[in-house]
Structure formats: C-alpha cells, structure tokens
C-alpha cells in the first residue's frame, strides 16, 4: 500500500490536482450542471407521457403529442443552453463579462449551425447533437473575446456612460471577430468538402467519444478513476465528469428520444446510470458502510459516525463517511471503496443487457434515495429490486474490511481509555 501511495502521490495526484482546477474543464462541468433543472423536468413529463406501465401508456396516448412538447423544450435545447452557460462559466473564471461572453458564444452557435431546405433552424441540432460543438464554440468565443480585451482592443467609452451600454461596445470588436471567423470556417468547410462546422466535430468527436463512452469498459474506467481520486482527497466526480459528463448527456438524450418514439433504447451507459446507479449514498455505495457502522460497528468513533451520516448517504451523499471515517488514505477501506461500486457497475450492465431490468433514460435529481431513484431512472419496478440487491452485495464487499478496521479502532479505544484511566488514578494518589 506504501508504494502505491507513493506511485499515486508523484504521478497521477499532480495531473488530477491540475485537472480539478483547470478552468476550461471547470467551466464545461458548471455549464452542463446549469442544464440539471431542465433535464429533470423534462423527464418528469418523459415519465407521464412515455409510461412503462402498457395500461397507463393506453391511457396517454391521446396526449403524448401535447406532453412530448416540454420534453422537446428540455432535451432538445441542451447544445443551446450548454453554449451560453459554458462561455458565462470561463467568462466568469476570467474576470469578463459573463453576459457578453454568453450572448456572442449562442450567436457563433447559430452561425454554424446549418438550416434545413425549408431555411429553418434544426432543432435535433440544438440538443445533444450540438452539444459538442457548443463546448468548442463557448470556449473559443470567451477566449477570442479575452484576447482583445487584454490587449485593450475594444472600444473604450467615457465613465458617464451606463454599464449596459459599455459592455455592448466592449464587446463589439471582438464580437464581430468572432462571428467573421466561424463564418469564414463553416463557410470554407461547405465549400470545399461539402460538410458543415456540426458534421466535422460529429465525426472527429462526438461519434467516436460516444463510442467509447458508452461501453462497459469506457464506464468502468471512469468508475475507477472516480474512486481513486476521491481515495486521496480528490473530489473524484468532478474531475471526471467535467470530461465525460458531455459524452453521458449525450447518450441520455438519444435514449430519451427512442422512448418517445417507442423504440428500443439505444444505450446503457449515460447520465442516469453514471450518476445514480453505482453511487447509491454516495461515490463509493456508501450507504452500505454507513448501514454496517450503524448496525454492526462496536467502536465508538464508527457507530457514532453511522448514526450521523446515514440520513446523509440515504440522500447520495457520501463526503462524512469519506472524511469522517476515514476513507482517505485508508488502507484497510481503501479496496472496498473501489471495488463495491466496480462490482455494481457490472451487475448492473449486465442485467440492463440481458433485459432483466430496463435501460435508464430518465434524468432524476442525484439526491434521490434508493430504491426510488432506480425505479425513476428506468421506469422499471425492478429496477427498485435490483438496486437494493446492490445495496446487499456492495455491503458484503465492504463486511470484511469494516470488521478489520471496526476492531483496529476498538483496540484503539480500548487502549487510550486504560491510559486514561492510569493516568487519573495517579493524578489521585498524587493529589
């Protein structure tokens, strides 16, 4: 454990640390968080509107149309949201002007975004699949827009002048910049090979990063990562997902859109089952340590600190049993806390796979407490029995090791009370 504590402190804690405050990462993480309330609102009328349940499906049927509306009006604005929210993010990071900032990064957006026969605006292009492109417009458009405002190139008015009216002149140098070049790019890009700004980041990104991201392995990995880094301090998820969490939304979206349509879902892999599946009480399964210190530690640190955090991890948060137990630089936790949520992931898959439980598809908040949330995320009721028997498996992993660590403490204890104890006796003989 030493020379991995070692291996992991001169190579990878550096790399992770940097990546964690990297502010174009940080800012693509907050931008795709700021889409949260959407997604789970479209997928509370996803669930009324696309029931499982085939009665109830019968029964909406006549409304599915009026009811897909809020869903396409959620789903379907993700690439359009996520531009404007991402360049407000590193807009923000920098000291710029948030708003400006947002405002020219939605207008390269729609400049290369390509208009269907009948001139209009493809909404398709304005969910996922414009997602990724939406990520490389935000930040070029901040950064194009920092470039001349450090230099100073920007109009300039007198201090009487209300900031509304400055910041739109501010901004209009780089802005027009900005709109020229992605023009100019898309327009070269039609010309010359006959696809838009949208097809090549499709084909150079999206497509092969979706690839990768909805496989079992691509999945375990960031799983592995995840834990890893939180192992050693590191608030694992957001390091992580400040890469893939484009890549999750994106598949979830597609998924969304099979269920309105009454096909079969495409993907296991995405936003739901990154979020919810793996993690029930936190990042680690960690209501299943908390439920073994309630019920069957014997120190006292252990059962104290399971009566405090349980109520939190029944609501996915994991940060006291990861700080408070400690699992950080924990030997004898260490193995456990990556190995209960590998386990699930792979139970998991393979029973969403096989068609034991349906595939996830719906967005719910990642404070949802299980079994509901498995339910929710599916539409399955089984998806309700597979999580808790994930919840029996993830503590039968963890059994061992806590009792290791349970009786480690309790000798502790046991110990600094007979100190204790001698120690006031002789402070009584010598009183």
């Known amino acids: 454990m030493?020379?991995?504590?070692?291996?992991?402190?001169?190579?990878?804690?550096?790399?992770?640390?940097?990546?964690?405050?990297?502010?174009?990462?940080?800012?693509?993480?907050?931008?795709?968080?700021?889409?949260m309330p959407l997604l789970i609102i479209g997928s509370i009328f996803l669930i009324i509107s696309s029931p499982p349940y085939e009665p109830w499906a019968e029964f909406m049927a006549p409304y599915a149309e009026a009811l897909s509306i809020p869903v396409n009006a959620t789903f379907g604005l993700l690439g359009l949201v996520a531009v404007f929210s991402i360049a407000f993010s590193l807009a923000k990071s920098y000291g710029m002007d948030e708003l400006s900032a947002g405002v020219l990064s939605l207008a390269a957006f729609f400049v290369a975004t390509p208009l269907t026969e009948e001139g209009n605006i493809p909404l398709n292009l304005?969910?996922?699949?414009?997602?990724?492109?939406?990520?490389?417009?935000?930040?070029?458009?901040?950064?194009?827009?920092?470039f001349f405002e450090v230099r100073n190139i920007v109009i300039r008015m007198p201090d009487g002048v209300p900031p509304s009216v400055w910041r739109a002149f501010t901004a209009l140098i780089p802005g027009a910049v900005i709109?020229?070049?992605?023009?100019?790019?898309?327009?070269?890009?039609?010309?010359?090979?006959?696809?838009?700004?949208?097809?090549?980041?499709?084909?150079?990104?999206?497509?092969?990063?979706?690839?990768?991201?909805?496989?079992?392995?691509?999945?375990?990995?960031a799983i592995l990562l995840i834990h890893l880094l939180w192992s050693f301090g590191i608030h694992g998820i957001s390091v992580v997902a400040s890469v893939m969490a484009p890549i999750w939304y994106s598949l979830t979206e597609q998924n969304v859109a099979a269920q309105q349509a009454g096909e079969e879902l495409p993907y296991i892999i995405g936003q739901p089952f990154m979020a919810i599946w793996w993690a029930v009480g936190g990042s680690g399964m960690a209501l299943c340590l908390t439920i073994l210190f309630v019920w069957r530690a014997r120190s006292k640190h252990l059962k104290s600190l399971g009566r405090g955090s349980i109520w939190a991890s029944f609501f996915n948060i994991s940060e006291p049993v990861v700080?408070?137990?400690?699992?950080?630089?924990?030997?004898?936790?260490?193995?456990?806390?990556?190995?209960?949520?590998l386990a699930v992931g792979i139970v998991t898959y393979f029973s969403m796979s096989i068609g034991l439980v349906g595939k996830p598809y719906v967005v719910v908040p990642w404070t949802t407490?299980?079994?509901?949330?498995?339910?929710?995320?599916?539409?399955?009721?089984?998806?309700?029995?597979?999580?808790?028997?994930?919840?029996?498996?993830?503590?039968?992993?963890?059994?061992?090791?806590?009792?290791?660590?349970?009786?480690?403490?309790?000798?502790?204890?046991?110990?600094?009370?007979?100190?204790?104890?001698?120690?006031e006796a002789k402070d009584e003989l010598q009183a």
Not at 8 to 26: I, S
Not at 330 to 339: A, G, H
Request: proline share 6%; with cysteine; aromatic share 14%.
């Open 2 to 35: 030493n020379g991995l504590n070692a291996f992991m402190e001169r190579y990878f804690m550096p790399v992770a640390g940097k990546m964690a405050e990297q502010r174009h990462l940080k800012a693509i993480r907050d931008g795709i968080i700021a889409t």
């Open 126 to 146: 304005m969910g996922s699949q414009g997602l990724f492109i939406a990520i490389i417009l935000a930040i070029f458009t901040v950064e194009v827009y920092r």
């Open 179 to 221: 709109i020229f070049i992605v023009w100019g790019v898309d327009l070269f890009l039609r010309s010359s090979f006959d696809v838009s700004l949208h097809g090549i980041v499709s084909e150079v990104l999206r497509q092969p990063l979706e690839a990768a991201g909805a496989s079992l392995w691509g999945a375990l990995i």
């Open 323 to 341: 700080f408070g137990a400690p699992i950080v630089m924990n030997p004898l936790l260490f193995f456990p806390f990556i190995l209960a949520p």
């Open 369 to 423: 407490p299980p079994p509901l949330s498995g339910i929710l995320t599916t539409g399955d009721w089984r998806g309700g029995v597979l999580m808790m028997f994930n919840i029996f498996m993830a503590t039968c992993i963890y059994y061992p090791f806590f009792r290791l660590y349970d009786k480690k403490l309790l000798a502790e204890e046991k110990t600094d009370n007979a100190a204790a104890a001698t120690k």
